[in-house]
């Protein structure tokens, strides 16, 4: 879905016009424009977070865009994350595809690629594959440990990105300059405190942690890195306050197995879990075994009978319901299963209309 070449950034000053803003703004310049032009991003969750940062930076001219995304558009999502309508959300259409869409219209001189997969320790490689920085906009440890591990072991900077309720947490790293998230956090913290499936989240917040990411991202890729805040900010939005936590010494005194000694465990898959209950609603997902590649219209002859309706088939999933379920299964067997939160149910129910 490449729109341009990000390998020959179109720099003449008329293609300039449209970020002169950017362009007169003191910290940036010219220069930091044709950097930006010329940069390449992966975006690993276009969700809240994920839809306020690729339209800032989208905006702003980078010039490759990755978007990875293992979800579809929902009517819940619209009330923060921006780049979808109510048209996508009936469709729905897979989140990196319709953002992609989006984002095209606004500015068509990126490179826009919309990847729909779950992001896993198998496949997380090569979807940071030649791209410069990585943007954390998922909802999950899990996912941040397996970029923090591909970003440590190629050297990449990543910028992590988290909001529930009206708080958030932002925190640049730069391996082997600063501390990387295995060093403040040695595993995944447990499934212990409020999630955006409990608490909610306001979308005020959304765009106070993507702005603060999308400026560490600007920085960072036009090389403006002494100005570069390394410390975890915490924001309350709704009291309006910001904390600011220098955490350098966890990495200077600390002994980080994946920055210090080069051990990525969760890029090694010994984090890796079948299941994994959705954030915000009655789902679960189940990845396949394998990536086996399923086989849309077979299983679709064989649902229509029982299905509460004719099942959707489009060239990204497959979705229908039975039962009091939802199922949304993808091209590589992974499936969404609606309508309920326990991994065991939605296990059976894979099992049953899917196959093992
Ligand atoms: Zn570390």
Known sequence: ??????????????????????????????????????????????????????????????????????DCVELSNLQRQILFTEKDAANGVPKAVAAAKRLAEINADVAIDP????????????????????????????????INDVAVKRCLPWIYGACVGAEGMVLPILPGITPCLKCIWEQPPPGVGPTCDTAGVIAPIV???????????????????????RKLVRINSWTGSFDQFDLQSARDEGDCPCCRHGEFAHLAGQYDAR????????????????????DFEQIAARITPIAKSPP????????????????TLFRDGRAIIKGTSEPDEARSVYAKYIGT
Request: aromatic letters at 6%; proline letters at 1%.
């Open 207 to 229: 765009h106070i942690v993507a702005a603060l990411q999308a400026v560490a991202a600007i920085q960072i890729l036009t090389g403006n890195t002494t100005e570069l805040n």
């Open 115 to 146: 990847v729909v997969i779950d992001a896993n320790s198998a496949n997380v490689e090569s979807l940071a594959e030649s791209t410069q920085l990585l943007l954390d906009g998922t909802d999950n440890f899990e996912t941040r440990f397996l």
């Open 275 to 294: 299941t994994a209950v959705l954030c915000e609603r009655d789902a679960v997902q189940i990845r396949a075994g394998t990536d086996m590649g399923v």
């Open 312 to 327: 959707t088939l489009n060239r990204y999933l497959l979705r229908f319901d039975v039962d009091r379920y939802q199922v």
């Open 1 to 70: 879905m490449d729109h341009a070449d990000p390998s020959k950034p179109n720099t003449d000053q008329s293609d300039l016009a449209r970020y002169s803003r950017q362009v007169i703004f003191e910290h940036l310049g010219e220069q930091a424009q044709r950097r930006l032009l010329a940069a390449r991003v992966t975006l690993i969750g276009c969700g809240a977070l994920g839809t306020v940062l690729a339209d800032m930076l989208v905006r702003a001219g980078i010039g490759y865009f990755r978007i990875v995304d293992r």
